[in-house]
């Protein structure tokens, strides 16, 4: 198959996991990494499916790292690749014989990423975990949902966002740093950081002074009545995120609502006022009456769309962000680069690859 992306030269092997490492293996070969998957012979997924998404663009080879010939073919294979992604708990590739240190001489330029939850170092590293603990440990967790009680925001914050998105953003400047001193290194991504580090802004805010510590009460988490959702007359919802003064005034004169007679956008002790006048008039007209009112407008009010509608939606489709493979509607490969763009492939997560024919290949491309 023909690569094409960003990424084309770029040869990666992944160490069969869960979650953000086969996601994060999923980006690269979305960007046109030539990216392997090492997994153990009969392996049965957690969770089964028609599609595993998280598989796409590549194959794999089952070897049995436990067993010393294979663990041998695994080393030989990592030995030409430029990065390495494993998720394992600390300590298991170093028993295995393939931790970092068996790999500086054969190929010191390697750049090994490393994806946990908790990290390799400090007093959780070798618990177990997933997704809500390690955004619970971050501080995330607690300020989001209603106000009785946390919600996780699905395994976003954390396994793909903290977690996988950091791991590609480590990989890709450990491995710019190596083509400069030919010298690879150990990314050592915890999603514990990753969650910590994408609420900058809100950490940043709660420092000042100005979010309280406490959910439902604060500008972006539903406490603003012009940063919430509303239920309509057909059951649907709309996101509302009218936060600057020009774009609250579209919001109110598309409700066909008076400033005049309502309290003041950012007064606070009025923000109740306001929720019941917002909830009141979107009970008052369907979803897609709403989305048709608002779309194209200043109002920063659009239709909360289910999985199964988002794909159509006509923005989505124009722009291309999704594609269906395999049967499948999934997302494209993201973002877009004007020259080198990505794309999703389909039809390799479970193409196994023979050993001895992507070595030849390897060999070559090297």
């Not at 450990?174 to 010298?183: D, E, N, Q």
């Not at 779309?295 to 923005?315: K, N």
């Amino acid at each position: 198959m023909t690569r094409q992306g960003p990424l084309s030269d770029l040869r990666v092997v992944e160490i069969a996991g869960l979650g953000p490492t086969p996601f994060a293996a999923m980006w690269l070969a979305d960007m046109g990494a030539d990216v392997v998957r090492i997994e153990r012979p009969g392996l049965k997924p957690l969770i089964p499916q028609k599609v595993d998404v998280l598989n796409r663009g590549r194959g794999f080879v089952a070897l049995d790292l436990k067993d010393a010939d294979d663990c041998a073919k695994a080393k030989a294979l990592i030995d030409s690749a430029d990065m390495l992604i494993e998720g394992m708990r600390p300590g298991v590739m170093e028993r295995l014989g393939l931790g970092p240190d068996a790999f500086s001489d054969s190929n010191p330029a390697l750049v090994y990423g490393r994806m946990t939850g908790w990290g390799q170092t400090g007093p959780l590293a070798h618990s177990a975990g997933h997704d809500i603990n390690y955004i619970a440990l971050s501080g995330g967790l607690h300020a989001i949902g209603k106000a009785d009680a946390p919600v996780p925001p699905l395994n976003l914050l954390g396994d793909f966002g903290g977690g996988a998105m950091y791991l590609v953003a480590g990989l890709l400047a450990a491995l710019h740093a190596a083509t400069v001193s030919g010298t690879g290194q150990v990314v050592d991504c915890a999603i514990t950081d990753g969650a910590a580090h994408l609420a900058a802004m809100i950490y940043s805010m709660h420092g000042s002074g100005i979010w309280a510590d406490a959910r439902e009460v604060n500008l972006l988490d539903g406490g603003a009545p012009f940063y919430r959702c509303y239920e309509c007359a057909c059951g649907g919802f709309m996101a509302v995120g009218a936060l600057e003064a020009k774009f609250y005034a579209d919001l109110l004169r598309l409700l066909d609502l008076s400033d005049a007679d309502l309290p003041a956008q950012m007064d606070i002790s009025g923000w109740p006022v306001l929720r019941d006048a917002f909830a009141t008039e979107f009970l008052t007209k369907s979803r897609d009456d709403w989305a048709a009112i608002m779309e194209g407008t200043d109002a920063c009010t659009v239709p909360v769309l289910t999985l199964s509608e988002a794909p159509s939606h006509v923005h989505n489709m124009a722009r291309g962000t999704f594609t269906t493979l395999d049967e499948v509607p999934q997302p494209q490969a993201a973002p877009h680069l004007s020259i080198t763009p990505g794309r999703a492939t389909a039809g390799k997560e479970r193409m196994p690859m023979p050993l001895a024919d992507l070595m030849k290949r390897w060999s070559c491309d090297g």
